[in-house]
């Protein structure tokens, strides 16, 4: 089964203004490395404010945007409210990879990406890995 991962639309935010991922239509690019992931917006679902019965169990999962738009689910930056439910979200995009991590290694896109740049020290074995040091600013 293929990872899936949830990147934060602040986080994202600082990204593209750094210039270290482009996120066009349904595509999010790790420019350090040509990754590509196909992305949809979601919403990382933190807590139930209320103290309602939380008959949807929401709480702690990450949900495309679309699947709580048809169950009436309403989304105000980081507050969602379903039915007598109220939520502490956190928006972003949810993706997954567009091709396998042994082809990412081999792309044509990942050597341009790195200036044609072969791995020095130690090479990333995984998506996991690729966006761990995305984010730690290790990549």
């Known amino acids: 089964m293929q ?4 990147f934060p639309q ?11 991922a482009d996120l066009s239509g349904s595509e999010l690019i790790v420019l ?5 992931y196909k992305v949809e917006e979601a919403v990382r679902v933190i ?3 209320t103290g309602a019965n939380e008959e949807h169990a929401l709480v702690g999962k990450v949900k495309p945007k679309r699947a709580l738009d048809e169950i009436g689910a ?7 409210i379903l039915g007598d439910n109220a939520y502490d979200v956190v928006p972003g995009w ?5 091709t396998s991590f ?19 020290g130690k090479a990333l074995s995984s998506d996991e890995e690729l966006i761990s040091r995305f984010v730690e600013g290790t990549l």
């Open 102 to 120: 042994a082809d990412h290694l081999l792309s044509p896109e990942r050597m341009a990406a790195r200036g044609n740049r072969t791995d020095v």
């Open 10 to 20: 602040a986080a994202l935010d600082e990204w593209g203004i750094e210039g270290k």
């Open 47 to 49: 807590a139930e404010v």
């Open 94 to 98: 949810m993706g997954a990879p567009t």
């Open 32 to 36: 350090a490395e040509g990754r590509r």
């Open 74 to 80: 309403e989304i105000l930056e980081g507050s969602m």
């Open 3 to 6: 990872n899936k991962f949830f």
